[in-house]
């Protein structure tokens, strides 16, 4: 390649030595797309501290992204009085920790054994598991509901099990038919793929079960995998409305998207529902801030290789 | 004789194992995915509907004729689909890698812009559909917007009720929802590129356009392939967004497949026709990844 | 080797999840059978769609503790869902077999419920039926499945001020606005050019509100949502001559710039002033009356040709097939008939009470009271919307097709569609029986 010296006087300072003099300009960009992303949500809580006929009025300007006229908690107040948030948050919380939990344990064997276990029928499992993620929940809500009301349940009262029909109204039925997620196992399968083979023969020669290759070998060095997977599981659960608005009766057993349902009446209270939407996206926001540097470098090493 | 015995006894173990860790997971999928599954290719070939004391009656294929011939809604749903999916595949791609390229750099405070650019991305569709309805209407802030930036030389129209510019304002806004994913995914990709090849292309004296074309690229080429299956997969089964949005209109300019099925299967109660047409997206999603996963083979 | 912390979060929320679940399964339980064994008293489940809404919670909340206390043998117990997602929720337990004894339903689902064997017909002492309005009663086939406490009204929103600038006459129930009056007073008002539109349509809540508003139009201009001869096609009614002259109005309101296309949510363009008359129901007045006072008037709908006319029922309460004790549902379905309750619900919720002795208990439907014109509408011009099982689909097609027309959709092409969808599904469920 002939090289002109001008090129490597343009790419050489930015990436070398005298940096700090121009560092600032690379922050606009950055900037200009950050407004991009965070204007909508901003507008959001700013929304939540105004009385609703100052949100209609304000959406026609740029006041809507400002903290300006009559700021209160007032809508907050409201929220609380109108609907049961804690008790949906817990419900949520409860919901979305099962599903997470038992996900990582099912889908991580399942990678497992697809990924690093030579046995008949692989081939085919895997081609149908990956088929399945073809399938969007909201095609298959109806039979599905039909069917959850016909599944039995063993239930203990009084330490007696007698057996039960039916799952709707219960927590199970928001957590149970989730846990299996083919994109997770996916995951799992791409990450176990790129641990040496080896391991798993010295271990077999040391006499260690297939079992426990997974457990002690596997599953310990695949923590970024495991992180990944329940960031991306964590999120859909999480955010669910329209299976629990089909299957949950009771109000004790609801989620919180259910509880944006409750703003919409003759007049909606645009002020509550923001307060009340922020309300369910900021934890989702701290988690995520919190965690998010070992969440992009767990993507980043959990190396997604198509 | 060890040759003749190594083989066989790993290999039963091996087996089982197998069958037993793929187990729990199986199950799940026959209980709660392929069981709905099939009961929608048995319902797809009937008349049932949601409330009805009359028998189901097999139909043939009358549901997918009447889909084709009868029913102008379900050809918008395909188009808008189609167009959705062929759009927003190297839109929110070819997005997702700008970002990806511009954080991927080492400046202070980068973790916060990166946080900052994920933001939609955790949160609930169903608010986000909302929030930008607001934004889209008529005297809504993206109007008030342009009207500033060209000190009202030009206004902006009713974004969502009008019937060319409708689903392009929701393709913008899913784009905007979904790139933060997968500027994550692009930058997965572009940090298991070895430095090395960056500071070989450099005492070649490459320029950054010709770094980018000969070591990022062809670097990125897995993670290409999966930005790309996941991208066409979530594009496909859009709901939520002209749910909230615009409920398919103005004219069924945004009416989707998904929410076309929904809409047939809840408000207007006819299940067996529902099931059709969710078979239908069935065999079109997978016909378009079986295309995909040959020609990304095939190289 | 390193423990995975992973592992022992895992086991953490096993542990968690045996205590939590078993007490989410016991909950959901104790009420499932319905017979539950408290000293012999039954346990009678009622669904209604009031969450998030204090007001209306209070009133049926109050009805139920009164019952309770009333009687030894049954118990009511409220579950509230939010309005916006009730019919999803309650058609999902149909499906699943799951239905609560009591329910409340919209009036026009009402006949789809009863031909589906969902709902089984109430008793109700004929003492009270006589004093009711009979547009709150869900008849299917001459039989009784459902009652409601108050019935709803629209009428147009004007204000007298208004009215006097630009020198439009105030009608009457007895000499409402005439059709081609009407297309002259919006035309009036247009090119007064103080309003950023004449009329408030409410257009932007794609729902029920469609058929329940605009279909009454369709109905005053001659045409209809269906034959209510036969049931068994919309042919003539829904695209005949007079559903096209109702097509080409409707569409017109918008191409002539009369009403806008969209409107904010909540409607606030009448209050702002920003709009000189609305299309609205009763349950806004009193909003309206705290804004505008003494010049607020509650009109009657114009007469395209066949008198005003407006849509009648609202949410009414049943009992489902499957109850187990339909003698205590229907006990406290007569129970709860008073008028009393009938005029705290419209205290609450501003609707039209359903008896005249609640009405003279309330402060705006009393005799002179400021929403009485509301009530002579409801009595004069209410038209049920068809109690056919078919109306499920009626109701979403038609929806679609005047807001395909709105939006600027051909006409005839739109209502021949509608016809043609309507019709197949007649067919494909032998005629509902009709």
């Known amino acids: 390649m002939t090289t002109s010296p001008t090129s490597r006087q343009i790419s050489d300072p930015t990436h070398r030595p005298s940096r700090r003099s121009r560092v600032w300009p690379r922050y606009i960009p950055l900037v200009g797309v950050a407004i991009v992303f965070i204007f909508p949500l901003l507008f959001m809580f700013m929304s939540s501290l105004k009385p609703d006929a100052q949100i209609l009025a304000d959406v026609r300007s740029f006041r809507a992204f400002l903290p300006v006229g009559e700021l209160s908690t007032d809508n907050y107040s409201a929220v609380f009085d109108r609907v049961p948030a804690w008790r949906f948050m817990a419900n949520t919380i409860f919901v979305v920790a099962m599903v997470v939990g038992f996900g990582l344990i099912v889908n991580s064997m399942a990678g497992f054994a697809l990924s690093r276990l030579q046995w008949r029928g692989r081939g085919i499992a895997l081609s149908i598991i990956l088929a399945t993620l073809i399938v969007p929940f909201e095609t298959i809500a109806v039979p599905m509901v039909w069917w959850v009301a016909k599944l039995p349940w063993i239930e203990f009262q009084d330490f007696i099990p007698t057996l039960t029909t039916g799952w709707l109204n219960t927590y199970r039925v928001q957590i149970i038919p989730f846990i299996a997620n083919a994109f997770s196992i996916f995951l799992f399968a791409q990450y176990f793929k790129s641990i040496p083979k080896e391991l798993d023969e010295a271990a077999r020669v040391d006499g260690a079960s297939w079992f426990t290759i997974y457990r002690k070998i596997i599953v310990p060095l695949s923590g970024p995998a495991f992180a990944t997977v329940a960031i991306l599981t964590f999120l859909p659960v999480w955010n669910s409305f329209l299976w629990p608005i089909m299957v949950v009766q009771q109000e004790a057993l609801r989620p919180v998207q259910v509880g944006v349902q409750y703003f919409f009446q003759l007049e909606t209270a645009w002020g509550e529902v923001m307060a009340y939407t922020s309300f369910i996206t900021i934890p989702v926001l701290l988690f995520f801030l919190v965690f998010q540097r070992a969440f992009v470098s767990s993507i980043a090493s959990a190396g997604v290789k198509g | ?299 | 080797m390193r423990r995975n912390p992973w592992l022992g979060i895992v086991a953490g929320l096993g542990a968690v999840t045996l205590t939590l679940a078993g007490c989410g399964s016991s909950d959901g339980s104790t009420d499932d059978g319905g017979a539950g064994g408290n000293g012999g008293l039954s346990t009678l489940k009622l669904w209604y769609h009031g969450a998030g809404n204090d007001a209306e919670r209070t009133v049926v909340e109050q009805q139920i503790a009164d019952f309770n206390a009333s009687q030894e043998d049954y118990e009511v117990v409220l579950e509230s869902f939010p309005q916006a997602s009730y019919n999803d929720s309650v058609v999902a337990a149909a499906v699943a077999g799951d239905l609560p004894c009591l329910l409340d339903m919209d009036g026009p689902i009402v006949p789809n419920w009863a031909w589906g064997g969902y709902v089984q017909p109430i008793e109700v002492d004929q003492a009270i039926l006589d004093t009711w309005l009979p547009s709150a009663m869900g008849y299917y086939q001459d039989d009784l499945y459902a009652i409601g406490y108050w019935d709803a009204a629209i009428g147009m929103y004007a204000r007298q001020s208004v009215l006097d600038t630009y020198d439009i006459r105030i009608p009457t129930s007895d000499d409402p606005w005439s059709g081609e009056e009407f297309e002259a007073i919006l035309q009036t008002i247009t090119e007064g050019g103080e309003f950023d539109y004449a009329l408030d349509l409410g257009v932007n809540d794609v729902s029920e509100w469609y058929p329940y508003a605009f279909s009454p139009q369709l109905q005053s201009f001659g045409g209809d949502l269906i034959d209510r001869d036969t049931y068994l096609t919309a042919k003539g009614a829904l695209n005949g001559p007079e559903a096209l002259e109702w097509g080409n109005w409707w569409q017109g309101l918008f191409e002539k710039g009369y009403a806008s296309t969209t409107e904010q949510d909540g409607n606030p363009e009448f209050l702002e002033g920003r709009v000189a008359l609305q299309l609205n129901g009763n349950w806004g007045g009193v909003q309206a009356l705290e804004e505008f006072g003494d010049d607020m008037l509650f009109l009657p709908m114009p007469d395209f040709g066949e008198g005003p006319v407006i849509g009648g029922q609202s949410w009414m309460f049943g009992i489902s097939a499957t109850c187990e004790h339909p003698e205590g549902a229907n006990a406290y379905i007569n129970f709860s008939l008073k008028d009393e309750y009938v005029a705290d619900f419209t205290t609450a919720l501003g609707l039209i009470p359903t008896t005249e002795a609640a009405a003279a208990m309330t402060e705006y439907y009393q005799p002179g009271g400021a929403l009485e014109p509301f009530k002579e509408y409801s009595e004069r011009f209410a038209l049920i919307r068809p109690p056919t099982p078919a109306y499920s689909v009626i109701s979403s097609v038609f929806t679609k097709a005047a807001e395909d027309i709105k939006n600027g959709a051909d006409v005839k092409a739109t209502l021949d569609q509608a016809v043609a969808e309507i019709d197949a599904d007649i067919a494909a469920n032998d005629g509902y029986g009709n």
């Open chain 2, 1 to 299: 004789m060890l040759t003749a015995i190594r083989p066989h006894r790993p290999a039963s173990t091996e087996e089982r194992t197998g069958w037993v860790m793929v187990a729990p997971a199986a199950i799940l999928f026959a209980l709660f995915l392929i069981t709905p599954v099939i009961l929608t290719l048995i319902l797809s070939v009937t008349n049932v509907r949601l409330i009805s004391p009359n028998p189901p009656s097999f139909q043939g294929v009358d549901n997918f004729v009447r889909a084709f011939t009868a029913d102008p809604t379900f050809l918008a749903s395909l188009r808008n689909t189609l167009i959705f999916a062929v759009v927003i595949v190297p839109l929110q791609g070819g997005l997702g890698l700008g970002l990806a390229l511009l954080i991927n750099q080492k400046i202070r405070g980068i973790n916060a812009f990166r946080t900052i650019y994920f933001v939609p991305v955790v949160t609930s569709m169903v608010v986000l559909s909302m929030l930008w309805k607001f934004i889209y209407q008529a005297d809504g802030l993206l109007n008030s917007l342009i009207s500033t930036v060209t000190f009202g030389a030009l206004s902006g129209t009713d974004w969502l009720n009008n019937t060319s510019t409708a689903l392009p304002a929701i393709i913008a806004m899913s784009a905007w929802a979904g790139v933060g994913f997968h500027m994550v995914i692009w930058l997965s990709g572009l940090q298991t590129i070895p430095e090395s090849l960056y500071e070989a292309a450099d005492l070649d004296g490459c320029s950054p356009w010709q770094k980018f074309a000969f070591v990022t690229w062809p670097g990125l080429r897995p993670t290409f392939v999966f930005v790309l299956v996941t991208i066409t997969i979530a594009a496909f089964s859009l709901f939520i967004q002209p749910l909230v949005m615009t409920n398919g209109g103005p004219l069924n300019a945004t009416v989707t497949i998904v929410l076309h099925a929904v809409n047939t299967g809840f408000s207007k109660q006819q299940t067996g026709y529902a099931a059709a047409i969710s078979l239908i997206f069935f065999l079109l999603v997978l016909v378009v990844s079986l295309i995909q996963r040959r020609l990304t083979k095939e190289d």
